[in-house]
């Protein structure tokens, strides 16, 4: 069946059609092709000549910008043909300089699998040598040394860079010769794996310049809406922008569908995800589902097998759940299956969302908004990877956003690309980096604020106090026991946990989503098999687990504390006092609910160690005005509350971020702040990530917004679709709608 053939099929039929909020189609485009670029080599030259390949216009304009020297950012969307805009420049470089290497940098190991073979075919196919070479913690030791002295093109991961550059002694000879870093899908490098990145860049560079060489960029990502200003942050250097594709594409129908469009009989997001791509399968379109998260994952993928066992249970088996977690050939293995068209219908985290190569599909479904619109057009760019028709699918959650761009539709698909934040000064990251960077060469304060910045010194002189650090007369250099690099982790995540059962490791996790997840007690899914947590060993980071369906689900309980330890800055505002300033979070997960169709059937209690970590809040202080504008009838608490939900759920409508980037607290009473009534939302990151900041400059609006979408919700005492959140630690209790809007209105007025 085609695209449209299913699409008809779909709103000939009531059950579906009604759900349905909005359908916008955008058109196909021709091909926009441009001469062979004269850098190019001969070889290369009667390579296209030969296979009838014309070059797209931005192709041909990378190419000729890294042959004038420059440094290039391409944003273009999804099989656009990226890899070969920054293959063939490098191809260009090793024929003017025979023994040039270059390193290319992807956010994944599955990223360097594909791209490995993509670069021996282009081998094959031009007879030029390039002699690339995976590098990453899969290589095995005895082909590490051959690799470093001989390989011309080493594909790795920021992970495995960090790990690289301590012993850059042994790689003096790759480093020297070092004259093209590729970085693709640069836009996963933002926030708080951003701001490590863009420090790892300036580590890379710095061991560079000890080498002699000064390599050229070029990064590939999807579209952003500040790519020139996101260039400089992650890499230090000025760009040029190469930002119109002129890849074919064809027509793609993309669909807003709102299982909540009708409240009296709302239906489950996930069962309608299943539903649809049972639908799809079943069609005859092969197909993607993206869902949230590893535990939705999985029983999308379970729920949708059970739809096709009644309607195809041939097509059953073609079904199956991929995420983070699984082991490396496990992955592999699914990956495979999609591309040849064994699986017909893959159910995802956002691990899929990039660029690996997965052949071409016919439909995705988007389960709930991603967070970003650079997300969602990413994930729905996952279909139509040729000239044909294409679908997506935005199956609506019941939360304020979703629901918001339901009832806007022009708004959704009007809205630009984000903003792509990157912190370098953040002082927990810059003082990990300036450790790291110490025990690869001793740091000069004056010459290395080239790299660092000016503020360097006050963090040197804290690694010294510390006792992490010397000064000596070469500069200050590393003295810890440890690798400096086993000590500071790209991600802040420092802990990461197996699960086992029977000492057999089934997947990995952080500590935060053990936590949530995985704690002792907890019914977790695997690849459509229920295990329950048995126990946690905290000396060796094992989660043990044995398999077991016991018939519900669970969801823990979470309390917050936050201590203000700075005001960095406020401002007065209708309702209050608004500051900016740094505060200490604590995340305590004190029990779990045991769930059945989302009715609680028991609550038991958790003993773990909570999560403490320093970040950046935006708070308001309540004034008299501000608490009468809520009114005496209202529950102030349950107001409080839902405004603070309501914000957190718009801060992704104008902040690059997801809802679970952000946390939040609001109190009747704080004593942080003389007894008055207060609302936080905080970066969830250690150190912070320029939300809250982001937040903070645009309050006013950020509470229109808020007050907008909580007005237009059609329910009287406040509901999901506006001030009830998912991860609230307090079940949604209490909140306080009219109350909440009055108080939203004041301070947007």
């Not at 000016?454 to 590393?478: C, F, M, Q, W």
Request: glycine letters at 8%; one cysteine or more; proline letters at 5%.
């Amino acid at each position: 069946m085609s695209v449209s053939g299913f699409l008809e099929l779909v709103l000939e039929n009531r059950r579906y059609s009604s759900h349905i909020a909005y359908i916008h189609k955008i058109p196909g485009k021709d091909a926009i092709y441009s001469s062979c670029p004269e850098a190019l080599p001969d070889r290369v030259k009667e390579w296209l000549s030969r296979e009838g390949i014309s070059l797209y216009s931005h192709q041909t304009e990378a190419i000729r910008a890294i042959a004038a020297g420059d440094d290039v950012i391409l944003c273009t969307p999804t099989a656009s043909g990226k890899t070969l805009s920054f293959l063939l420049p490098f191809l260009t470089i090793r024929e003017q300089v025979r023994d040039a290497t270059a390193l290319a940098i992807y956010p994944a190991k599955a990223l360097t699998r594909d791209q490995l073979r993509t670069i021996r075919d282009l081998e094959k196919s031009t007879g030029m040598h390039l002699d690339p070479a995976i590098y990453d913690g899969d290589t095995p030791q005895h082909d590490r040394p051959l690799i470093r002295s001989q390989a011309g093109l080493i594909l790795t991961n920021p992970y495995e860079l960090h790990q690289i550059l301590p012993w850059h002694r042994q790689w003096s000879s790759f480093f020297s010769r070092l004259e093209y870093v590729i970085l693709d899908e640069a836009h996963q490098y933002r926030g708080v794996f951003g701001s490590s990145m863009a420090l790892l860049i300036r580590r890379l560079l710095r061991i560079c310049d000890h080498y002699g060489s000064a390599p050229q960029f070029f990064l590939s990502s999807a579209t952003l809406a500040n790519p020139a200003d996101f260039a400089c942050q992650l890499t230090g250097r000025e760009m040029t922008i190469i930002d119109t594709s002129g890849a074919p594409t064809g027509s793609r129908y993309f669909v807003l569908y709102n299982p909540y469009q009708e409240m009296a009989q709302p239906r489950s997001v996930y069962s309608e995800s299943a539903e649809l791509l049972s639908i799809l399968v079943d069609s005859g379109l092969q197909s993607l589902c993206f869902t949230g998260s590893r535990r939705m994952t999985e029983l999308v993928s379970v729920w949708t097998k059970n739809s096709l066992r009644q309607k195809s249970p041939d097509k059953m088996n073609s079904i199956a759940a991929y995420r983070a977690g699984y082991l490396p050939k496990e992955r592999q293995e699914l990956e495979r299956n999609l591309k040849t068209g064994v699986m017909r219908g893959l159910v995802s985290t956002n691990a899929l969302e990039l660029g690996i190569d997965i052949g071409s599909l016919d439909a995705v479904i988007l389960t709930g908004y991603p967070g970003t619109m650079m997300s969602v057009w990413q994930q729905a760019g996952r279909a139509g990877r040729s000239t044909a028709d294409s679908l997506a699918i935005l199956i609506a959650m019941q939360n304020p956003l979703d629901q918001f761009f339901m009832r806007h539709p022009t708004e959704f698909f009007a809205r630009p690309h984000e903003h792509a934040i990157i912190d370098t000064k953040n002082p927990y990251i810059l003082s990990g980096q300036l450790l790291c960077a110490s025990s690869e060469l001793p740091i000069q304060p004056e010459s290395d604020i080239r790299w660092f910045g000016k503020g360097i010194s006050g963090h040197l002189d804290a690694l010294v106090e510390n006792g992490l650090i010397a000064r000596t007369p070469r500069g200050y250099v590393y003295t810890g026991r440890k690798r400096a690099s086993e000590l500071v982790s790209l991600s802040l995540i420092s802990e990461v946990w197996t699960v086992e059962v029977k000492s057999r490791v089934i997947e990995t996790l952080d500590v935060r989503q053990a936590c949530r997840e995985a704690h002792p007690g907890a019914v977790l899914i695997h690849q459509g098999e229920r295990y329950i947590v048995a126990s946690w060993d905290y000396d060796r980071h094992r989660i043990l687990a044995m398999k077991e369906d016991p018939g519900y689900y669970t969801k823990v309980n979470q309390l917050t504390g936050i201590e203000i330890r700075e005001r960095l800055m406020s401002r007065e505002i209708p309702a209050g006092t608004l500051f900016l300033g740094r505060v200490e979070v604590s995340e305590l997960y004190h029990g779990y609910r045991r769930l059945i169709d989302e009715k609680t059937i028991s609550t038991e209690p958790l003993t773990l160690e909570p999560i403490t970590f320093e970040t950046i809040s935006v708070w308001i202080e309540l004034s008299l005005a501000g608490l009468a504008a809520i009114g005496s009838d209202r529950d102030i608490g349950g107001s409080l509350h839902g405004a603070e939900h309501a914000l957190i759920a718009m801060m992704p409508f104008h902040v690059l971020c997801d809802r679970w980037d952000l946390g939040g607290l609001s109190t009747t009473s704080s004593s942080e702040c003389q007894g008055k009534p207060v609302i936080f939302v905080y970066d969830g990151y250690e150190g912070g990530i320029g939300l809250a900041e982001r937040a903070y400059h645009i309050y006013e609006e950020l509470c229109q917004s808020s007050e907008s979408m909580v007005r237009e919700c059609q329910c009287a005492d406040g509901c999901p679709a506006c001030i009830y959140s998912p991860k609230c630690g307090n079940d949604n209790q209490p909140l306080d709608k009219k109350g909440c809007l009055a108080l939203l209105r004041t301070i947007s007025s």
